[in-house]
């Protein structure tokens, strides 16, 4: 997974170098309440995607999934991690 998290997290960084800074000001309470929702809703999620059965992890649908999910979790940390530091 590192190649789409490293090119995600470029991309977000990129985003976001170019993201005037009122729009991004205007972005992070949706951003948190993303991320808020997101944590909220992982138990749900990982018991209709199955994720404890091990076999069927094994598929390249399960691998093409993770590596896009992978990709834009990489996306909305460079996004919102670069600008942490801004």
Do not use: C, N
Not at 17 to 38: C, E, G, M, N, Q
Not at 42 to 65: C, F, I, N
């Amino acid at each position: 997974m590192i190649g789409p998290s490293l090119v995600g997290g470029l991309a977000g960084a990129w985003l976001l170098r170019y993201t005037p800074p009122s729009i991004f000001d205007k972005l992070v309470p949706f951003l948190i309440l993303f991320a808020t929702l997101l944590f909220m809703a992982q138990e749900p999620v990982q018991r209709r995607l199955k994720t404890a059965d091990a076999a069927a992890r094994h598929s390249t649908k399960w691998l093409v999934g993770g590596m896009l999910f992978q990709l834009a979790v990489g996306v909305y940390g460079g996004y919102f991690g670069a600008g942490i530091a801004f």
